[in-house]
């Protein structure tokens, strides 16, 4: 004979199971509450491209890498870092080979840093380094070139630009409104944001472009420019540019340092 105690188990357990029989009551509570969690959108890696000799800069250049020439106090790396952080980057690699070790040394190990032991050229350098780079698409930045931190946010722009992986999307510059730069323009973009040889507006490459690692098919394992890239984006109509609202410093010479050094006040 059951004790009274274990009558009343026995008759919560009779309870509890039709209540599990109705199908309303088989859902998972709440579950209504708790829409679906959606992956946040991840800002692309960026390829700092930190390689090159720098021999324009000389004598500054002579015992430091371009990259870490201080503009009014401030590494040009950092400068440039600055304009991508400002718009949510959080990771960056760089290549180096020119005075590599301090390049590493600066970074401290908190970058990644592809060491180049022969100078590989832009597109050879980065070619080198796609696999450090997580995100596809990724940016690639020069060093040597940059904008005032939060006057415009053109890489949300670029991003917005890009159509896929055939896509190459440059940043580019109104040449009046361009410091340091030799060169009236680079190409023209027309009224679509097609970058094109010669119709549309004038512009100069501001040094910074959107690109996938599928555009780097077909190319060589050595040395080569990523301008190899770009005139293949262009014969394919695949080329865009995104416009900076902003004034654009490119530090190339000392008289370039000296001229963007005194319009920033520094």
């Keep these: 004979m059951l004790g009274r105690t274990q009558r009343f188990f026995c008759l919560r357990e009779r309870s509890s199971l039709r209540a599990s029989s109705s199908p309303a009551l088989d859902k998972p509570p709440c579950s209504r509450f708790y829409p679906r969690m959606e992956k946040p959108d991840r800002f692309p890696d960026v390829m700092l ?10 004598p500054l250049t002579e015992t430091m890498p371009k990259p870490l020439v201080p503009v009014g106090g401030v590494p040009l790396i950092e400068r440039v870092m600055a304009n ?9 690699v760089a290549n180096a080979h020119y005075l590599a070790d301090q390049v590493l040394a600066h970074f401290g190990g908190l970058v990644k840093v592809s060491r180049e032991e022969t100078l590989l050229d832009t597109g050879g350098g980065l070619k080198r380094a796609l696999p450090m780079l997580h995100s596809d698409p990724f940016l690639v930045m020069n060093t040597d070139a940059f904008w005032p931190t939060g006057v415009d946010r053109p890489l949300a722009r670029m991003r917005a630009r890009y159509g896929g992986q055939e896509d190459v999307v440059l940043l580019c510059i109104q040449p009046g409104r361009a410091t340091g730069f030799g060169r009236s323009h680079d190409f023209c973009l027309d009224p679509m ?6 119709y549309g507006a004038p512009v100069i490459y501001g040094g910074v472009a959107l690109m996938g690692a599928d555009v780097f098919r077909d ?25 900076l609202d902003a004034p654009w410093f490119h530090v190339g010479d000392p008289a370039a340092l000296a001229q963007v050094e005194e319009l920033l006040g520094a």
């Excluded at 491209?49 to 000389?58: D, E, I, N, P, V």
């Excluded at 394992?221 to 865009?240: H, N, Q, V």
Aim: glycine share 14%; charged share 30%; aromatic share 6%.
């Design 49 to 58: 491209l930190a390689a090159g000799l720098g021999t324009r800069l000389r």
């Design 84 to 92: 991508a952080r400002e718009e949510g980057a959080k990771r960056f």
């Design 193 to 198: 944001g097609r970058v094109t040889p010669d």
């Design 219 to 243: 190319t060589p394992d050595g040395a080569f420019s990523l301008t190899k890239i770009f005139d293949r984006a262009l014969e394919g109509e695949t080329l865009k540019g995104v416009v």
